[in-house]
C-alpha cells in the first residue's frame, strides 16, 4: 500500500469568504492538525493544475462558466452570488484548480502513482449545477474526476458521498448514466431538500442512483449498519473499477449547520470499509475530494481520521474534544430504512439493471 497523495493549492485561500462558514479558516485548521500529526511532512503532496476547459464544459455550461469568471473578476471578499454562495476575485482562480485537484487525481490513480489520494480544496462541488452556482459550490469537483475517469476508459465507477447534505448536483449530471454509481447519504430532513429513497435514476442509469436519507442525529454505529447491509450488497453486485468519496464532514456531532451525529473515529471507521471494498474490487484504488465540514476542530480531527486510516491501514481515534452523543436512537428506524433501500433497489433486489 502506497501512501496517500495529497493534492493541494496555497491559491485555494484566494477564495476569500469572511463571515461565511465554508471560510479559508477550514483549510488553515486540517493544515494546522496535519502539522502538529507529522502527516503533512509525512505525505507525498502535489500541486493541482487548472481543470482542462474541454472537460469542464462536459459537465458545466461555457455561458455559466465565463459569467462565473466575469462575476468574480470584479467581486468584492464575500460577494454574494446565490442566496447562500460567496465569491471574491480569486474565486473562479480557487475553483479551476479544485475542479483540477480532482483531475489530477485520478490521473494519479489510474497511473499507479497512488492506491488513495485526497484532495484538501475548496470551494467545494457537489451541489454546483451545470449551469448555476448553489450551496458554497462553484464546480462540481467529484462529478469532474468521475468524468474523467470514464474518459480514462473506465466503465464503472462509484461515488460514495457522505456529506451531511444531498449531492444533488452530482446526482443530476449522472442520473441517466450507468456507468456512474451515486450513493448519498444525507441528513433528512435537510437543505437542499431532495435526496428522495425513491429517486433511484433513470433510463439506462435506473438503479444507478442510491439514496440513503438518515434521520438527525444518526451517527457512527448507524452509518457503519449502512456499510456492512446496503453498501457492501451494492458494491459487490456493481463491481466499480474505481471509488471515489465525496468527502465532506458535516455530519460530525458537533457541526455547526447540521444535526448528525458521526465522531472523528465514525470517518475513520467508514473510511476503513471504503478501503476494504476497494481492495476486493477495483485495486485498492479510492479517491477523497472535499465537500462540507463546517466546525473547523471536528473538520479537521476527521480529515486526520481518514488520512491515518490510509496510511495505517486501520481504524483509529483522533483525539478531539467532542464526545459521542448518548442519542438512544430506535434501532428499528434504521431497520426500516434499510430494509426499503433493499428493497427498492435493483442492484439489491436482484432485478435487472443495465451495466455496461
Ligand atoms: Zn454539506
Redesign the pocket.
Known amino acids: 500500500m502506497t501512501k496517500p497523495l495529497l493534492f493541494y493549492s496555497e491559491e485555494y485561500f484566494k477564495h476569500q469568504t469572511p463571515d461565511h462558514p465554508e471560510s479559508p479558516l477550514r483549510l488553515e485548521s486540517i493544515l494546522k492538525r496535519l502539522r502538529e500529526s507529522r502527516l503533512w511532512d509525512e505525505l507525498p503532496r502535489r500541486t493541482p493544475t487548472p481543470i482542462d476547459q474541454n472537460l469542464l464544459f462536459a459537465l458545466h455550461d461555457p455561458a455559466y462558466v465565463r459569467m462565473l469568471e466575469r462575476f468574480c473578476s470584479s467581486a468584492a471578499e464575500g460577494q454574494r452570488i446565490d442566496e447562500n454562495t460567496v465569491v471574491s476575485e480569486g474565486s473562479y482562480r480557487a475553483a479551476m484548480l479544485a475542479g483540477g485537484a480532482a483531475v489530477n487525481l485520478v490521473d494519479a490513480l489510474l497511473a499507479g502513482e497512488c492506491q488513495s489520494a485526497f484532495s484538501l480544496a475548496r470551494p467545494?462541488g457537489?451541489?454546483a449545477m451545470p449551469a448555476y452556482t448553489m450551496?458554497?459550490c462553484l464546480f462540481n469537483n467529484i462529478a469532474l474526476a468521475a468524468r474523467r475517469a470514464l474518459e480514462q476508459g473506465l466503465q464503472r465507477v462509484m461515488i460514495l458521498d457522505w456529506?451531511?447534505?444531498h449531492g444533488n448536483a452530482t446526482e443530476h449530471m449522472f442520473y441517466s448514466d450507468p456507468r456512474v454509481l451515486f450513493v448519498s447519504w444525507?441528513q433528512t430532513p435537510n437543505w437542499p431538500g431532495t435526496g428522495a429513497l425513491e429517486d433511484r435514476g433513470e433510463g439506462a442509469g435506473f438503479g444507478t442512483n442510491v439514496n440513503i436519507p438518515m434521520p438527525m442525529r444518526y451517527g457512527d454505529a448507524e452509518y457503519l449498519r449502512t456499510f456492512k447491509e446496503i453498501i457492501e450488497p451494492l458494491t459487490a453486485a456493481y463491481k466499480p473499477e474505481l471509488i471515489l468519496v465525496s468527502a465532506?464532514y458535516?455530519?460530525h456531532l458537533a457541526d455547526l449547520?447540521?444535526n448528525m451525529g458521526l465522531t472523528a473515529r465514525g470517518f475513520s471507521e467508514m473510511t476503513a470499509e471504503v478501503m476494504k471494498l476497494a481492495e476486493r474490487h477495483c485495486k485498492g484504488r479510492v479517491g477523497f475530494v472535499l465537500?462540507?465540514?463546517?466546525n473547523v476542530t471536528a473538520l479537521a480531527a476527521s480529515v486526520e481520521g481518514t488520512l491515518q486510516t490510509l496510511v495505517r491501514e486501520d481504524v483509529v481515534t483522533p483525539e478531539e474534544p467532542f464526545l459521542a452523543l448518548d442519542v438512544k436512537h430506535n434501532p428499528s428506524d434504521l431497520t426500516h430504512l434499510i430494509e426499503k433501500v433493499k428493497l427498492i433497489q435493483p442492484l439489491l433486489n436482484g432485478s435487472k439493471v443495465i451495466v455496461a
Open positions: 467545494p457537489h451541489h450551496g458554497f456529506d451531511a447534505h444525507h465532506g458535516d455530519a449547520i447540521t465537500e462540507g465540514g463546517y
